[in-house]
């Protein structure tokens, strides 16, 4: 009864709110926060020259400018398509539309190291696509861009989606009437409705693709400055019993994860606001 | 919901126009895309999606049977995959109910209770999806392993985590963690409690509440969230490549199994293991849909009630 007489803001007739309660943060502290404690904690270990020199070395700086640049890079593609993607599930019929919608969630159904060979062999020199290309995609750094684009590529979509579904219709109806035509009605009206869910969906798919490990370390060859991505370099370090150097980079990548988990939520509740006002 | 209130066409201007005895050219709504606009939109999202899903998916079962059949047979009786499915079964089995009956809990208090730290509560739940895969195995070495905190007591009593069973159970356990109550709680946020409470005030204990009321309300949308917790599971890759130590026929899960066989050169042995998996992502796909439609269908018979 400890929790619900302290917690609780109003009184309840329903049973259970302290076995639930109780369980949940259990649960959660030993699974989640106990361990998360600990990368924390170990890096306190280092002093504050030995962080910095584990965090920015060349090769931990160049394996945080591919991470970063790529997953920035195939997010941004991603919300390209994703956009036009969503439109065309929201308000065009075509052949097999269903099938198309529902395998636009592959991705975050397929293991990742499955996509990863599969990508691979694809892009590879003499792969289905690879071949017709004239420049190196699997084992090169624009075969990190190719896997983060296949693994972020559902969020856009299914973020965009239900918001270009509820657009209302008579709004365009309005502009056209007012003498607007279809792209400015589109940039005008339409737009400014779905740029929050665009935004958040972005801000997801770059999340997802900083932290990628399994569909990337397939394709990308992991040349060391070249194109090692930064879970690989944790993983490496790992592999030298470099505990500590280990940690304080995945700090530096929890640090950044963190923020953007602040930022995607400030997102979604700019979105709801909107989304409520219109 | 507004655009249902609009049945069939949207009467543009043309529409009315038209009615109004004006003579009726098949003429453009004043909302829709010119032809040529809707067939670029169409194919570039089409193109789009052959060349990075669809392609992809493809040849996963192309090169899994490109050898033939007796190459892809051969594969997955082999006893090293044979072992890594049990494996990869036995995390999934342990991992998923774990999952749910943490979901079950943490949706019933979020959803049905208002308390102080609500959002920070749903904020530590979402926290796995923004861990990448390799630092939630990490902190597990860091906790269990030879030189992590319990590390020293584990081995004087002869007990393994990290690179064994255990360990690869509790990093499964850490990347499916938010699964099931994600699709719980907003859910039952829009349910409500006054059912429940009608329930309570007709004298039903906790436990009759939970399984004749508050269960068939959010029965497809807790199965929807096993559906996805169990892909993941059996999909997990990176955290499970950390903690396992990679003993074949061993600590050998499903993904591990198939980066083994892929950097010998197995490709034809790698691909039709990873073909189980997409079997799978695929299945979980077609129970998503028959799940999302069940959901659909039973929000809309609340609304009209």
Redesign the interface.
């Known amino acids: 009864m400890f929790l619900r007489r302290t ?4 009184h ?6 302290d ?3 109780g ?3 259990l ?2 502290g030993l ?6 404690s ?2 924390f904690l ?1 890096t306190f270990t280092l002093s504050w020259p030995q962080f910095i020199a584990a965090t920015t070395s060349p090769r931990v700086l160049a394996s945080y400018r591919l991470t970063f640049g790529a997953s920035f890079a195939a997010a941004l593609l991603n919300a390209f ?1 994703g956009l ?2 969503a ?3 929201v308000r ?1 019929r ?1 052949p097999a539309k ?1 099938v ?1 919608d ?14 990863g ?3 691979t ?2 892009y590879a020199g003499n792969g ?2 690879g071949k017709w290309l004239p420049f190196k995609v699997s084992y090169s750094p624009l075969g990190v861009f ?1 896997a983060l ?2 693994i972020g ?1 559902p969020f856009v979509v299914r973020t965009v989606q239900p918001v270009l ?6 709004l ?2 309005a502009a ?2 007012l003498g607007a035509n ?1 792209w400015q ?1 589109f940039t005008k009206v339409v737009f400014p409705i779905v740029m929050p869910a665009l935004l958040t969906g972005f801000a997801l798919a770059f ?1 997802r693709a ?5 569909s990337v370390i ?1 394709i990308a060859g992991n040349m060391p400055m070249i194109s090692e991505i930064t ?2 370099l ?2 490496t370090k ?1 592999e030298q ?1 470099d ?1 500590a150097g ?2 304080a980079i ?1 700090v530096v ?2 640090v950044s ?2 923020v ?2 602040l930022v995607i ?1 400030a997102l979604q509740a700019w979105a709801r606001k909107r989304q409520g006002g219109v | ?3 249902q209130s ?1 049945p069939g066409a ?1 009467p ?2 043309a529409a009315a126009a038209a009615s109004e005895g004006v003579p009726s050219v098949p003429r453009r709504k ?5 032809a040529w ?2 067939r670029l ?2 194919g ?3 193109a ?2 052959t ?7 493809g ?2 079962f192309y ?1 899994a049977f490109r050898k033939g059949a007796a190459v892809y047979l051969a594969a997955i009786v082999e006893p090293d995959a044979l072992s890594a499915v049990k494996l990869t079964l036995l995390a999934t089995v342990i991992s998923v109910p ?1 999952n749910l ?2 979901g ?3 949706a ?2 979020i959803a ?6 609500k959002n920070l ?1 749903l ?6 999806f ?6 939630a195995g ?6 269990f ?1 030879l ?3 319990l590390g020293p007591w584990l081995h004087e009593h002869d007990l393994k985590v990290i690179f064994a069973v255990p360990g690869i159970v ?1 990093a499964t ?2 990347v499916t ?1 938010p699964f099931v109550a994600r699709e719980l709680i907003p859910l039952m946020q829009a349910q409500g ?1 006054e059912q ?2 009608a329930a ?2 007709l004298g039903a ?2 436990w009759q ?2 399984w004749r009321v508050t269960l068939p309300n959010v029965k497809w949308a807790l199965l929807y969230g096993v559906i ?1 917790c169990n ?1 993941r599971a ?5 955290a499970v ?2 903690v396992s130590g990679h003993v074949r026929g061993q600590t050998n899960t ?3 199994h ?2 083994i066989l ?1 950097n010998e050169y197995q ?1 034809a042995a ?2 039709a293991v ?1 073909s189980l ?2 079997g ?3 299945v ?3 129970l ?2 028959v799940v999302e439609q069940r959901v659909k269908a039973s929000m809309k018979v609340q609304h009209e009630h």
């Open positions: 917690l609780l803001r109003r309840s007739v329903l049973p259970g709110f076995l639930a309660l369980f949940a943060l649960y959660i699974i989640v926060l106990i361990p998360l600990a990368a170990k398509f036009i993607i439109w065309v599930l065009y075509f269903r198309v529902a395998l636009v969630d592959l991705p975050f159904a397929l293991p990742t190291a499955v996509a060979i599969a990508l062999a694809i289905w696509i190719v684009v296949f590529l579904e509820d657009v209302n219709r008579e365009e109806e056209a009437t279809r009605t999340a900083l932290g990628e490990y399994g397939f879970p690989l944790i993983i790992l019993y505990y280990a940690t995945a990548m929890l994860a963190f953007l988990l939520n | 919901m507004s655009a609009l949207k543009g201007l004043s909302t829709d895309e010119p606009v809707r939109l169409i570039s999202a089409l789009f999606l060349l990075f899903l669809f392609v992809p998916l040849t996963v090169e774990l009956v943490f079950i809990a943490a019933w208090c049905k209770f208002d308390f102080h730290g509560l904020t530590l739940i979402d926290l796995p923004s861990v990448s895969p390799v630092i990490l902190i597990y070495v860091l906790v392993g030189q992590g905190w509790l356990v850490f963690f409690i429940e409470e309570r005030v204990g906790g509440i939970f996805l892909a059996m999909g997990e890759f990176g490549s950390v499903m993904p591990l198939i980066e892929y490709f790698a691909f990873a998996l997409a799978l992502a695929l979980t796909l077609v998503k849909y």
